[in-house]
């Protein structure tokens, strides 16, 4: 008997990214088996035809079989022996077996796609309620949706009472045991073996949160979504994360090797699109890069962050890449420079006496990647103001590409001139903090507020120039600062002041910590560098 059904969108992330890849699994079974089923992609919906029910189950069995073991499971070597164990991430990674979804128990699962696909149609009209998720009317083979089918579910009563909506402002509430229809239970168990899922573990250590990150296109499509997964799908699946990035080569025999990204959820989709862009310009050999990122690229991303213990108290909320921040990253990779790979990753920090101060670094890389990908310059530069007890590190290379990005980012269309009388007067004021040994000249920039907190600033600087020897004189622009002066004497736009200060805070603390790093090597050497 020949079986014709109609797999609609849900307008929900979680559940449409399941649905496309039902679809994608179905494909791949339609290309070795046309004649057991066939399937049709419309914009809101899928079409399956099933010619052979139970040769079809069998193979759909087989092919999550097989799916599931490489995208859920990682081989753990406990006691010199080596099995499979649930990836932390995974919502139910804490259940015992017997309570997982039956997507995921070999006993259970063929019986249970057999109930989700063969199920007649005249056989699920029952009681008039509905499934919580989809709307349809469902009866005695209604599901309880649970954390490991759809994580949005949590026991807190902030969570209770209407039915969820997707909303500007995220998701709102649930009835205190919603049902669900067989099908979106199906549809959002089948999500943690999502290939193209994105995932980060242990953070804060392995009793830490996991993150993961799904496209959220804008536009309800499922041939949208189709097309912005299928340019990637990671080849990676190891346990902690499957988004790497390769380092940049500083010098010659360097080995190139790949690093897993180890930050957070902002640094991982940072790392996640400046490759995924990169592979496409080098694959592809595009004409128009940011054209074609468009295409394949999402805008819109789910962030999830999922406690790895027993507790399991998700947070989510949505992100959306505005059109002049993937139009920035595209520019940056055609030119080579990876903002995540190349520079942010090549950033840390380190107490006074030089020892690495690991717990601080990926706070300061989250910072910056976050500081990017919402468009926050503001942000970005205080991630490069002194702290008290700390200092910043990096390869001097580092220094040309924040200059590029942030010639890209906020400088592209403004005067080269001023660009660089900014840049020197950074330098100028970080070499009077350096000399003094007193950065609080630079601490006093993060919070200038208008023109005149910049000019005392500015007044502040030129007065510590008093004492100094001449020697240090000559690394100091005076010109440069009586030039920032009289610019800032005509700035009247908020936004282009704010560009400014912000530029020059990075500049100035840049150089400082160029500075500080000199000056290090040249008491570890005992003499000049």
Not at 457 to 479: F, N, P, Q, T, W
């Amino acid at each position: 008997m020949t079986l014709k059904a109609i797999w609609r969108m849900r307008n929900d992330p979680w559940i449409d990214n399941g649905l496309e890849l039902f679809e994608h699994i179905v494909e791949e079974i339609q290309k070795q088996h046309p004649r057991v089923v066939q399937v049709r992609w419309e914009p809101e919906a899928l079409e399956i035809t099933v010619q052979n029910m139970q040769r079809f189950v069998e193979l759909l069995d087989d092919a999550l079989r097989q799916r599931i073991a490489i995208t859920v499971f990682y081989m753990a070597e406990r006691k010199g022996e080596k099995r499979p164990d649930l990836k932390p991430f995974v919502g139910f990674n804490q259940q015992p077996p017997a309570q997982h979804p039956p997507t995921y128990q070999e006993a259970k699962r063929r019986d249970f796609l057999l109930e989700v696909i063969g199920l007649p149609a005249s056989q699920r009209r029952g009681e008039p309620k509905g499934c919580v998720l989809c709307g349809e009317r469902i009866n005695s083979n209604s599901k309880e949706l649970t954390l490991s089918v759809y994580p949005f579910v949590t026991k807190i009563r902030a969570l209770s009472g209407a039915r969820s909506k997707w909303s500007g402002g995220g998701l709102s509430g649930f009835t205190p045991y919603p049902i669900v229809c067989p099908f979106c239970y199906f549809l959002g168990s089948l999500v943690w073996a999502d290939d193209a899922l994105l995932y980060l573990c242990d953070i804060g250590g392995t009793d830490g949160n996991a993150v993961i990150l799904l496209p959220a296109p804008l536009a309800s499509n499922l041939m949208r979504l189709r097309e912005v997964k299928a340019s990637y799908r990671p080849e990676y699946g190891e346990r902690r994360t499957n988004v790497r990035f390769k380092r940049k080569l500083r010098r010659e025999g360097q080995p190139e090797g790949e690093r897993e990204v180890q930050d957070g959820p902002y640094s991982l989709l940072l790392a996640f699109l400046e490759r995924v862009m990169d592979e496409i310009a080098e694959r592809d050999e595009v004409t128009d890069l940011f054209t074609e990122v468009q295409r394949r690229v999402s805008e819109g991303w789910l962030i999830l962050s999922i406690p790895q213990g027993r507790l399991k108290n998700i947070t989510t909320h949505n992100l959306i890449l505005d059109e002049p921040t993937l139009r920035l990253l595209a520019k940056l990779v055609e030119q080579g420079n990876l903002p995540y790979a190349h520079c942010i990753s090549e950033i840390w920090v380190t107490d006074e006496k030089g020892k690495r101060l690991q717990d601080l670094i990926p706070d300061l890389h989250e910072q910056m990647a976050k500081a990017i990908l919402v468009d926050d310059f503001d942000l970005f530069a205080k991630t490069f103001v002194p702290k008290p007890r700390r200092q910043l590190r990096f390869p001097f290379a580092i220094e040309s590409i924040v200059e590029n990005l942030i010639t890209l980012w906020r400088w592209s269309n403004m005067d080269a001139q001023t660009l660089e009388i900014v840049k020197k007067a950074g330098r100028a004021l970080a070499r009077i903090a350096a000399s003094k040994k007193q950065p609080v000249l630079l601490y006093a920039l993060e919070r200038v507020r208008s023109s005149s907190d910049l000019l005392e600033v500015l007044k502040e600087g030129v007065h510590r120039l008093i004492g100094l020897e001449a020697e240090e004189m000559r690394y100091i622009s005076l010109d440069a600062l009586e030039q920032l002066t009289e610019l800032l004497h005509q700035i009247t736009d908020a936004r282009q002041f704010a560009d400014l200060k912000n530029t020059l805070i990075i500049f100035a603390g840049i150089a400082y910590a160029k500075d500080t790093m000199t000056e290090s090597r040249q008491t570890l050497t005992g003499g000049e560098a």
